[in-house]
């Protein structure tokens, strides 16, 4: 026959003698889970999965120097070769998705990365200056030039309100979106600069 221990001054006071294991999700001194530890995107990286392969603008986020001018480049170089092909609706329809369906992308990718917004993802930067390409045209090379300059300034520099919403927003939408308020600074300095010539 089993019997109860006797209860000391100290069990008494905790309500009964402490017992060995579990009590309420877990023993006590069960160590906290550790995160991820932030990794670095590389080529290897890219291809262990097709989502990461956009995420990192098909390796131009991959540039040790300046992923976010190169991505942004790239968004230009693909603009140039997809618009002999792509209608004005069909460039609005790939725009929507690309944004939309870039929050769970790049979201997907930050946290492989175990990165908030690693600067490696350059998704971000090619779809909203496929925005400011679209807004835009027509307009000559030297016009794009100045797109693409202004819109890398808004984009590093990130002047109010665009760095109120990269420090508060989160997750894939708020990689996408900061991008976007970037490419709608663009656009209004390009409006404001057409109605002063």
Do not use: C
């Not at 001018?69 to 170089?77: E, I, K, R």
């Not at 997809?82 to 369906?101: E, H, Q, S």
């Not at 492989?112 to 090379?141: Q, Y």
Request: proline letters at 9%; hydrophobic letters at 50%; charged letters at 15%.
């Amino acid at each position: 026959m089993q019997t109860e221990p006797s209860l000391g001054p100290a069990d008494e006071l905790s309500g009964g003698p402490q017992r060995a294991g579990p009590l309420r999700g877990g023993p006590p001194d069960s160590p906290e889970p550790r995160p991820a530890r932030p990794r670095r995107a590389t080529a290897r990286f890219m291809l262990t999965h097709p989502l990461h392969l956009i995420s990192l603008g098909f390796g131009s986020g991959l540039s040790p120097i300046m992923p976010g001018t190169v991505g942004t480049l790239f968004g230009w170089a693909s603009f140039a070769v997809l618009n002999r092909y792509l209608t004005v609706l069909d460039w609005g329809v790939l725009i929507v998705v690309g944004f939309f369906a870039g929050i769970s992308i790049t979201a997907f990718t930050a946290k492989k990365l175990a990165i908030e917004d690693p600067s490696a993802i350059v998704w971000d930067e090619i779809v909203a200056f496929w925005l400011v390409l679209l807004m835009v045209s027509p307009i000559s090379f030297t016009g794009q030039v100045w797109s693409f300059i202004v819109f890398r300034f808004f984009d590093m520099v990130k002047p109010p309100p665009i760095r109120y919403f990269d420090r508060r927003l989160k997750g894939g939408f708020g990689i996408m979106f900061d991008d976007l308020v970037a490419a709608f600074f663009t656009l209004l300095v390009i409006a404001l600069w057409r109605m002063a010539v």
